[in-house]
């Protein structure tokens, strides 16, 4: 049987098991993934508003007003007046943020270091460099087919086809 074609399935199920086990581990903090997700990107965004931290985050805007709430009543960020638009917040963490956010990381590196087990440094490093360039192929595709999506002409079955990288 061609290995290659459960690839999407065995993708999903390796996804689906490492955020149960991030999240087991991330229990200790009290912490979900989304909300994790949320600390990293607004550490590396401070100052966006909400609606750009849920793009970030890839979270649902409603979703994301939640997570909001929750984190604002725990005190681990401030929504502050955007000087330039009088209905939207800026985002920033607060100083309470900065130590959980060494355990998120410190949540993630275990999980992952679980997950490799038994696999060498020059193992990680090559499913890595293929796992990076697989990604941006996924990304290629899809900057190629939204605007394939928003016009009527018919689409080129070369631009179709992966990009491989270098």
């Known amino acids: 049987m061609d290995r290659l074609r459960n690839f999407g399935f065995l993708l999903k199920d390796l996804s689906r098991r490492y955020v149960l086990r991030f999240e087991q581990r991330a229990r200790v903090i009290a912490l979900t993934l989304p909300q994790c997700k949320v600390l990293v990107k607004l550490e590396n965004n401070e100052g966006v508003s909400q609606a750009r931290l849920a793009e970030l985050a890839e979270v649902e805007p409603m979703t994301m007003v939640r997570i909001l709430d929750r984190m604002e009543s725990d005190g681990l960020l401030e929504r502050c007046a955007d000087p330039d638009d009088r209905r939207a917040r800026c985002l920033y963490l607060t100083s309470k943020a900065k130590?959980?956010?060494?355990?998120?990381?410190?949540?993630?590196?275990?999980?992952?270091?679980?997950?490799?087990?038994?696999?060498s440094s020059h193992e990680c490093d090559a499913f890595m460099d293929v796992l990076e360039r697989i990604h941006r192929n996924a990304c290629a595709l899809a900057e190629v087919a939204a605007p394939a999506e928003n016009s009527v002409a018919q689409p080129n079955p070369a631009a179709a086809r992966p990009i491989l990288t270098e």
């Open 99 to 119: 130590p959980l956010l060494d355990e998120v990381w410190r949540v993630a590196e275990s999980t992952r270091t679980e997950l490799f087990e038994g696999l």
